[in-house]
């Protein structure tokens, strides 16, 4: 529910109070190692956004899978939720590179 | 149609605000970790044998996270620390504006290490900081070994496991060897403890080892 009340407040930051009720689209990037569940994240701001001049808006969620640099094979791999090493050489030394997103990218405004 | 480009953190509003808690943290010089785990892993046990332990050595105070009641500060408020209960009314997690309001019914000059304790959830936690200088989850043995494979995000971001309620390990199906290596399989610089708030097997080790990161 926090999140999305943060979400919420980061489209006020950005989007004039007049113009509140123009916006269409909010875009999110979600990770799957970000602890998130999509449907419950719509879920909450469907509630929240009733109560604000956003009620038009839609959210729009990318998922981000987990990726990975090997520091033993120096190999970029995508692994699969709770499997942590590498899928080349099995090293566990490895840096991940996405799933931890939690990020708005952008606001769409109708005309 | 018009599309503003954000690219931003949701979370950054609290990283800013964490931030400005470890600064804070920083300049009086106080040792802080975030003592996460599900409810009833024995987060709060941990915490008194850890008082008791550090009692005439340390000074510690404790901010406590519950979603309701002060159960936790008045079992705390027996070993003589500074302790401050946020309760949340229902959220999920301690943010770094609930740590950061609490600061301010905390002498920061008399103390040098500050232990939160977070709301029992092995989820939200994981993602908000505090601006602590590490995590330290606790898993018990009666929730099996398998707890970091299903909860991966707050094993990655934790610094210490603590295995806890060692002294069941007759009476349970959980392997600590088998939870050692799922959670080492997460992160492999995770350090690990083994405890028992009953017997305070292990507690000297994991005390010992808090106070050398004081002196760090």
Known sequence: MSIAQNIIEIVKEHVPKE?????????????ELSGVVPDSLLFCFDILKNGSALGNVSV????????????????????????????????SD????????????DIELND | MGIITIERKILEKNDEIAQQNR???????????????????????????????????IKVAVIEGDVQTDFDAQRVAKYNVPVVQIVTH?????????VQDALNKISLQNIQMLI???????????????????KVVIVSTTEGDDKPLKYPGMFLNASVLIINKIDLLPYVNCSPNQLKQNALQINPKLITFETS??????????????VRQLHK
């Not at chain 2, 708030?197 to 808090?210: P, R």
């Open chain 1, 94 to 105: 490895i840096e991940l590179l996405t799933g931890k997103e939690l990020n708005i990218v």
């Open chain 2, 116 to 134: 939160i304790e977070n709301v029992g959830n092995l989820v939200c936690p994981a993602n908000y900081d505090l601006g602590e200088a590490m």
């Open chain 2, 23 to 57: 600064e804070l943290f920083e300049r009086n010089k106080i040792f802080v970790f975030n003592l996460v785990s599900s409810p009833g892993s024995g987060k709060t046990s941990i915490l008194e044998r850890t008082l008791e332990h550090l009692a005439g050595k």
């Open chain 1, 60 to 91: 729009e969620i990318e998922h981000v899978p987990i990726t990975a640099r090997c520091r033993s094979c120096d190999k970029t791999s995508q692994l699969e939720y709770g499997v942590f090493f590498c899928t080349s050489c099995h090293s």
């Open chain 2, 90 to 98: 229902g959220g999920c997690h301690l943010d770094a504006q609930l």
């Open chain 1, 19 to 31: 113009a509140n009720e123009k916006v269409k689209r909010i875009r999110l990037k979600i990770g």
């Open chain 2, 197 to 210: 708030c009953t017997t305070k097997e292990g507690i000297s080790e994991w005390c010992e080892w808090i």
